[in-house]
């Protein structure tokens, strides 16, 4: 199992909803917190104890912020082998302490992206020390708890309660390969959209990105399984009713989708097996729906 239990934590993150439920519980092991910028304010205002980087490192952050975590101290902190007698001898005497959790998520670049063409504003949303945090504590998942999503603050809350203010050696880890999927795929999305802007179509590396939207009911065939990826967050389609999709309906939904671009009014298109067995254009949809049934009621 492995337990580790938690002292020190460093909290920032740009989505700050849930995180008054998360500190009470982190408040109940008396977890000492460190924070910067608006998350620290936030922290403030929700009425817990927090400290502020600056005076933990006693270094005031610089360069309108894009100097704040990227400190020894907050570093050493996070990357220290804690079985490692030369780790320690080097913490003492730098009389530095030990950071056991990590919550951070990244500025949200890739929405500023969707509102801004090039601006000040992108370039200020590329985040470097909230990932450089992430990949110091994932690698170091021996030691260091990571949490890049609220989604897991109920997780990590269990695991405190489980483990009296610890974590399992397989919660960290399974955290640390949450962390460099995301690293990986906010890099990703920062290189692409490089690319786009620079007209580079065939760069010498790519990484194509997505986020899981759905797990399929099945794949290809019943027996077996697959999940689907999106590199938006909003796909535009709405699902009215039905059980779960699988990768033929999925297939089947992208191809209706291909053809109904191609329309330059209101239509239908009934698909099966990734072929049109009906498609009509009809300002009305019921009739239309109607004549694309009729072109072949058996399929």
Known sequence: MDKKKIINALISVSDKSELNRLLINLKKYKINIISSGGTFREIKKLGHK?????????????LDGRVKTLHPKIHAGILNDRSSKKHKREMLKKKYGNIDLIIVNFYPFQEVVKSKRFSKKVIENIDIGGPTMVRAAAKNFKDVSIITHKKDYSSLINELRKYSGGTS???????????????AYYDSVISNWFNKKLNIKFPETITFYGKKLAQLRYGENPHQNASIYINDHDTGLKKIKGKALSYNNYNDLFTGLEILSTFKKTGTVIIKHANPSGVSINSTPLKSFEESFNCDPTS
Do not use: D, H, P, V
């Open 50 to 62: 927090c400290q502020e980087i600056s005076k933990y490192t006693k270094f005031n952050e610089m």
């Open 169 to 183: 050696l397989e919660f960290r880890e399974k955290m640390a390969s949450k962390a460099f999927g995301l690293t």
